[in-house]
């Protein structure tokens, strides 16, 4: 999976919890996204990041944050978990830089399965 | 607001027939297309992708056909294996956002028959 680790890769928590997940690359891109998955809606942009402390939002952010530290790992944090939050969430990473056709081609980590009961 | 539309959502092929998989979008700004492959359990992974200043692209056994003026594009799988058996989704972004978002489809699950 193209030097990409997530974690958890499963969690079960319950609703109005904290949730961080993590992901991790080998890669030193630049570029990282996080998109969620459910059936009927392919996947859905929620946050991504072009650098260190750079982040901007998806088409699904609300009731998530991010953070990077560290060009190797991207935070996904759900402040208070909701049941229309359980999904599976996937990280990428792409090996472009800005005005590079190569940003647009992204590899995807393995996914975290959450469950909000 | 769906900006991709993908059909069918499942397709059921036999072995050696041809799969189709069409893709609408909306947005003129859009000019890269790119499809990925994913199978159960594991993460999408980069197929094959188009730009507009080119009809077709082939690569192996699949094939995209873009249609500008349509605004749709599609997804030819010549020769369709069991190993094919997965789900594929379109994407379409626009490369003046210098982002990398992708905006994708909905998804269509293909199972090839033996």
């Known amino acids: 999976d193209a030097g990409i680790t997530q974690s958890p890769r499963h969690k079960v928590t319950e609703t109005g919890t904290p949730v961080t997940l993590r992901c991790h690359q080998t890669?030193?891109?630049?570029?990282m996204y996080w998109y969620r998955q459910d059936p009927g809606h392919g996947l859905r942009l929620i946050h991504y990041s072009y650098g260190v402390k750079d982040t901007d939002k998806g088409e699904v952010s609300d009731g998530y944050s991010v953070s990077r530290s560290k060009t190797e790992d991207f935070l996904l944090t759900l402040e208070s978990a909701t049941s229309s939050q359980t999904s599976v969430y996937f990280c990428?990473?792409?090996?472009?830089?800005?005005?590079?056709?190569?940003?647009?081609?992204?590899?995807f980590g393995p996914g975290t399965r959450l469950t909000v009961t | 607001q769906q900006q991709v539309k993908q059909s069918p959502q499942s397709l059921i092929v036999q072995k050696g027939g041809i799969s189709i998989i069409n893709c609408a979008y909306e947005?003129?700004?859009?000019?890269?297309f790119p499809w990925y492959q994913q199978f159960p359990g594991k993460g999408p992974a980069l197929l094959i992708a188009?730009?507009?200043?080119?009809s077709e692209k082939k690569e192996g056994r699949f094939t995209i056909s873009f249609n500008k003026s349509a605004k749709q594009f599609s997804l030819h799988i010549m020769d369709s294996q069991p190993g094919d058996s997965a789900t594929y989704f379109c994407a379409a972004s626009k490369s003046s956002s210098n982002t990398g978002k992708l905006i994708f489809g909905q998804g269509t699950t293909l199972q090839v028959k033996p």
């Open positions: 188009i730009r507009p200043d080119v």
């Open positions: 990428a990473i792409s090996p472009g830089t800005s005005g590079s056709q190569h940003l647009y081609e992204q590899y």
């Open positions: 947005n003129t700004a859009f000019d890269y």
């Open positions: 890669e030193n891109h630049r570029y």
